[in-house]
């Protein structure tokens, strides 16, 4: 539970100070600031050299043009930026951390993670694709 709440501040505290500070470019900032409206924001971090990592890339534009205003995707290229991937632990990239409208974690994925399988957890989560 307190590595829940230690890792949902830290992305909120990371937000702030890059808002802050105009440390990042205008859309990262635009997402990270409007995942409350979302019932799920699907965090990717990854980078845009590695393999896997851009395979995921188309995924993530499918789901979140699917999950329209359900989902919302975040992508951290943790190569460029090495706090986010110190603020989720994360281990080996691309690593999928999905979390729910109050930042609780609820399921995390490394490697490579299929629409489809996103697809069925984000049903099971009770999120109705558009099409």
Do not use: N, W
């Not at 979140?64 to 994360?90: L, N, P, W």
């Not at 691309?94 to 609780?104: E, I, N, R, Y």
């Amino acid at each position: 539970m307190a590595r829940r709440t230690f890792l949902f501040s830290a992305v909120v505290g990371i937000a702030v100070l890059l808002i802050s500070c105009g440390g990042a470019d205008k859309a990262a900032v635009s997402k990270t600031a409007s995942t409350s409206a979302a019932r799920i924001t699907f965090v990717e971090l990854g980078s845009t050299t590695c393999i896997p990592c851009k395979k995921m890339q188309p995924v993530m534009k499918a789901i979140e043009t699917r999950y329209a205003g359900q989902v919302k995707v975040i992508f951290h290229d943790v190569m460029k930026d090495r706090a986010q991937s110190q603020a989720f632990g994360i281990k080996l990239i691309p690593t999928q951390v999905f979390l729910d409208s109050s930042g609780k974690e609820l399921m995390r994925h490394e490697g490579f993670f299929a629409e489809e399988e996103i697809d069925k957890f984000l049903k099971a989560q009770g999120l109705t694709p558009l099409s």
